[in-house]
């Protein structure tokens, strides 16, 4: 029997939730490409050290995500794109109302106290320190939105790829966001905004307040992001 599968970071999540989220990241990263027919509850029950329920919770969770397509004689494929997934978390469509994610980068990543972050703080659960990301998003060629992220901090920062592919995924710190809380209103952009939109101080940006929530709706991620949109690209309100 192969070891029990317990990062000691999600000690406090469910077993299942937790073996969810590794197979999740399996398909993130290609190590189970699209269209892979999966070993039997049995056998993944004993690579992973757990019980076969324990698997088939997991393997619940990634139906319910459209990531596993269930086939006859109880074999399990991998079937849906995550990008696809996580784009739906996105709240900007292009003219053919198809969720844009765009093309991540990270401008900066800095430690900060509660204080500082004020509403993310209390929003993620009254925490003493956050992680502060602020990262841009491309869609041809032009950047069209600017957030300021905030996440639990961690003892180590994560590498910049990481955060991309959190920002890309919707995974974070491990743990899958499937849904999400948002509400949107016309403001002033701050001056990183201003800067990388390239706007003139006198003009506006939407500014969009969304909330990343995991399991059992747990808050992952706060994010403010501000935008320019146009013609090719729009913010869905539903």
């Not at 739906?88 to 969720?99: E, I, Q």
């Not at 300021?148 to 592919?165: K, W």
């Not at 909330?211 to 013609?231: I, K, N, R, Y």
Request: glycine share 8%; charged share 25%; hydrophobic share 40%.
């Amino acid at each position: 029997m192969g070891r029990p599968y317990r990062p000691g970071s999600l000690s406090h999540i469910p077993p299942y939730q937790i073996l969810a989220e590794e197979f999740y990241r399996r398909i993130v990263n290609g190590r189970w490409p699209r269209g892979r027919i999966l070993k039997s509850d049995a056998l993944v029950a004993e690579e992973f050290g757990v019980s076969v329920p324990t698997v088939r919770r997991a393997f619940d969770v990634l139906e319910q995500l459209n990531l596993i397509v269930r086939l006859k004689g109880h074999r399990k494929m991998v079937g849906a794109d995550p990008d696809k997934r996580a784009s739906a978390l996105m709240s900007f469509v292009d003219h053919n109302g198809d969720p844009v994610g765009g093309k991540v980068d990270i401008i900066s990543i800095e430690k900060i106290s509660a204080e500082r972050a004020g509403y993310a703080a209390r929003r993620l659960g009254h925490v003493q320190e956050l992680l502060c990301i602020i990262r841009s998003r491309t869609y041809g060629n032009r950047i069209f939105a600017v957030e300021t992220a905030f996440v639990v901090a961690q003892e180590q920062i994560p590498s910049l790829q990481d955060l991309r592919l959190s920002a890309a995924h919707g995974v974070v710190a491990g743990q899958i966001a499937v849904s999400k809380e948002e509400y949107a209103c016309v403001s002033e952009p701050t001056q990183i905004s201003a800067s990388l939109l390239e706007l003139d101080a006198q003009e506006s940006v939407l500014e969009v307040r969304r909330t990343l929530l995991g399991f059992d709706e747990v808050p992952l991620e706060v994010d403010v992001t501000q935008c320019v949109l146009g013609q090719e690209l729009r913010y869905r309100t539903a």
